[in-house]
């Protein structure tokens, strides 16, 4: 079963956005086993958009249409799809005075333009809006679905979920869809592809999917199947391998980050973290205090951009500074140690590295980066030479930082 | 003069992944004075994509491809493209030599399926590729502009920019397009709505556009003219009035964003700044240091977390805690005299809050933001109450601190 989706809206036809609310939907839609073939983008022309909609339900069993249901001139979509499948269009009391009360309850008075939303498309089933002023229709026509949701992502999600997929889950076809999920850090997407890709490359189904951030890959492995109990078999003989390969390079088998995994190990051991960086300049404090809750083991940190404060605020040897350089598994080390001193948390990292712009030079070339940690049993630290732009180095040492911590409670450093 | 944008690849059509290569493409095509009126997205379907692109070159004055241009079976693009302008597709010997040359130089051996990528289509011009191995094509029927460019973002834009930008501009309609660029801090989107649409309203001619993210807001005002003098008085008499009304809440002018633009003004100023945060956890460190070569101004910080590190790392006294609360102006601006007075710093920077997922309470609940400034001249304190979800509350505190710099600095503050 096939779908199409159609956002409506001539600022999505600049150079500066996005329609997203395709991503949501596609993956609800994949989710009861039904394929997206085409999206597309339609300015606010009420005969172009009518061409499409004529299309798309002459051969798609499903089509969504998103925006262009708002109270002014601009919007087209009631017009277009009335225009397309031949219907009129007409006033709706009920609406009408659904809108009027929404008004007076804000304390304002309805623009005559706003009666505009209360026209429905004849035939059209009408789908209540708990978020905003318009109303969602949903039209049947020669064995194909057609549906006008709102524009605003959270007034579509919440029409969407609670009138169409009920709707949508009786007509698709009977399946069911189980996803195997992981997130691996420590490897590059080339390496992790010629690893695996030997085991997966031979089945279609399950669908896999490889996302890549900078040291930070996600899997996805979608089987589709009649049964469960097929599904589940699928993804054991796909993934087990798969696993088996990654090995403890692993890190999230249900979508969380890395700081969060991170956070949960931190606070099943009962312990804290402190941190001091460098190059990142905030970013692994940044990351950790971004999960709610992370006061129960994250204690805080040093931000030590010049040498000079390295020595001040974490008590790092001017003479480590000045034999190594700053960009040193000595410099790190003794940041570490400094700061799990300074804070008494039982694990601290560091972070230091040339994240450029200076190309560096042939010792400490850029790129260059270096996490530190220091706790009870000793302190360790780990050099790496990474390739990118400035946010991309500091990315990837921020990753490295918080793997290193994670292979470190695990016991696996 | 009218564009359609047309990517190709199924994984486009997944909920993980958008075709972003035609914000590229929209933003050069309307430099050129080109609206782009469709854009879409089709997957690895031959007869599908040849029906899109027959219909789009019957309305349409230029149609751009990207993707699908890749040596496999899953690459569509040449052979659909043939079908649907009912041309032959044949093998360019000089295409296959080049392809030959480029995988023996890096020492590899050519497989047979790269030869699919030597195919032209009948008529078609071969625009070279210097970072990949799909060459582009160009073709014209009956009036129509047909470019087919290959998917990956680097390879397209080097191709766009250097074969494809002087094509177009020779038929584009002559005209000559300016724009106002602007970035204000401290102002929600409605208010700033409220406030210049009066102005901008009355305009179809610029065009504006308004672009809202946590605390920062971005204008761009397009104005589109036979000539420049005519672009740039319609520019100053539109966009005179919002300069205007918006004073000193605009802090740039040429897109830079508001860490970069006081990250000049204290290297201007010949100053120092420091950091000591609470609730954000580092992401004002992050956004300071996220500037190449802002060493020169950023010394370095404290993330104090707790209280414990308030009073230890930055000698907030326990009195002040105990008496007003961490989230208060008088801790606020303790963290920020404690930063500076270790870190001898010109200004620093102190950020305190409730960021949730606590409530709080009603003295203070979650999303009530303060940041602190201490210099040579005193110290203040700035308290909000945002609203939103973590990361956003978190996102509009560092964007404030970063805003009350800017002033202090100014000498509005």
Known sequence: MNAEII????????????????????????RL???????????DDRERLAAQVRQSIG?????????????????????AVALALDRKLSYDREIGEWLEQRFAAAKRKMAEVNKRQAFVIQGAQILSNDRGTAPGQWLEESGAVCVLLPGPPHELKAMFERHCLPRIARIAPKQVIRTLFLRVAGMGESDLDQLIAPVYKKYENPVTT?????????????????????ADALLAEVGGPIELLLGDRIYSRNG????????????????????????????????????PGSSAYFVGGF?????????????????TLAQFGAVSKETAEAMAQGARRRTRSTYALSITGAAGPDPGDQNVPKGTMIVGLSDGAGTISMQRQFLGDRQRLRTFTAQLALDVLRRRISGLL
Chains 1, 2 share one sequence.
């Open 7 to 30: 956002a409506i809206g001539s600022e999505m036809l600049s150079g500066e956005r996005l329609d997203t609310n395709s991503l949501y939907l596609t993956a609800e839609l994949n």
């Open 256 to 291: 969380d980050p890395l700081h969060t995994v991170v956070g949960q190990m931190l606070q099943l051991a009962g312990a804290t973290v402190s941190v001091a960086e460098s190059a990142t300049g905030g970013m692994l404090g940044e990351r950790f205090t971004s999960v």
């Open 59 to 79: 051969r798609s069993a499903i089509v969504i249409l998103s925006g262009g249901l708002g109270p002014t001139e601009d919007d087209v979509t009631r017009d």
């Open 303 to 319: 931000i030590t951009y010049t040498n000079e404060m390295k020595v001040e605020l974490l008590g790092v040897p001017p003479e």
């Open 33 to 43: 086993g039904i394929e997206v073939v085409t999206k597309c983008v339609i300015g």
């Open 210 to 230: 490889i996302l890549a951030a900078a040291g930070d890959i996600q899997i996805h492995l979608r089987a589709r199947c009649e049964t469960e109990a097929e």
